[in-house]
């Protein structure tokens, strides 16, 4: 309660301040932001760079709404790193007009700005060597087959925990429940491209290691007690979790081991990490520094 009137009084000080000395203060409205872990079923956009640091952008052509929270068209939010990224670049350079829609691309919230991590793209412009043939490109583009995210094969040595079955399984639904033939239906959807084009990615499960920063950002390096994945470091991309992480040892007198679950993807051969999950975990004294 003291705080609440110190804050008032403060206020209002401040406001008296001001009006005598003729001063306007100028309001700066806030941007209106998604939810971390909002995985956007279908949204059409182009890609676009930056004139410099090899940033990418997703520039909207529709609202997305979420939960009354709306990002207008004409918004550019920034790409994560990852393998469908780069396939993406390599499929822009062959088209005049680097217009997409992207299936299942996920939100994520960092420091007061959306990031979109992408799985699926359909281009939805034809190829420039096909605009110089003839008018007439052939058939519309057929079904494609629902993208399905295969976890917990039978060879498969890790074990993913429950939550994170469920979160991949709800995507899954998603996908079964929503017809993809209805996606498909404009004649602006490139004929030469009759499913998703989705990069390599696999699930990184419960591995033990500190989150370091290296490099202006922050990296996870695996303690694995001699194993090879040691020596092995991956960039840690943008989101909820990677700032509450950073938040919780930031006062910590010594590193922090955490139990990390995500997404490992690759990116002009460097491995990235989107986090799902990190665990505080205590040694109890049982392992050296």
């Known amino acids: 309660m003291t705080k609440v009137l110190e804050y008032l009084i403060l206020v209002s000080l401040t406001s008296g301040i001001t009006a005598a000395a003729g001063l306007e203060i100028e309001v700066v409205p806030q941007p209106v932001l998604l939810r971390d872990g909002l995985s956007l079923a279908s949204v059409d956009g182009k890609l676009v760079s930056s004139d410099s640091n090899d940033v990418w952008f997703f520039e909207l052509t529709e609202d997305v709404n979420d939960s009354g ?140 290691g500190f989150v370091l920063q290296r490099d202006g950002g922050w990296v996870f390096v695996p303690n694995a007690l001699g194993r090879n994945l040691q020596r092995r470091s991956f960039r840690l991309l943008p989101c909820e979790i990677l700032e509450l992480t950073v938040h919780e040892q930031s006062g910590a007198l010594e590193a922090m081991r955490f139990k990390i679950t995500g997404i490992l993807t690759r990116y002009k051969n460097e491995e990235y990490l989107l986090l799902y999950k990190a665990t505080r975990v205590y040694s109890y004294g049982n392992f050296g520094r």
Do not use: C, H
Not at 95 to 113: C, G, H
């Open 69 to 208: 929270a709306v990002v207008k068209a004409g918004t550019k939010l920034e790409l994560l790193p990852s393998s469908t990224l780069e396939k993406m670049i390599v499929d822009a350079k062959t088209r005049s007009t680097p217009a997409y829609r992207l299936w299942n691309a996920e939100v994520t919230r960092y420091k007061y700005k959306n990031f979109l991590f992408p799985r699926y793209f359909l281009p939805l412009s034809k190829r420039e060597d096909e605009e110089r043939k003839a008018k007439d490109v052939g058939p519309a583009a057929s079904e494609p087959n629902t993208p399905k995210i295969n976890i917990n094969e039978p060879n498969d040595i890790l074990t993913i925990p429950p939550e994170i079955i469920a979160r991949f399984r709800a995507r899954q639904q998603r996908a079964t429940t929503t017809s993809l033939r209805q996606m498909t239906d404009s004649n602006e959807v490139s004929a030469e491209a009759p499913a998703y084009t989705r990069g390599v990615d696999s699930v990184f499960v419960d591995r033990i």
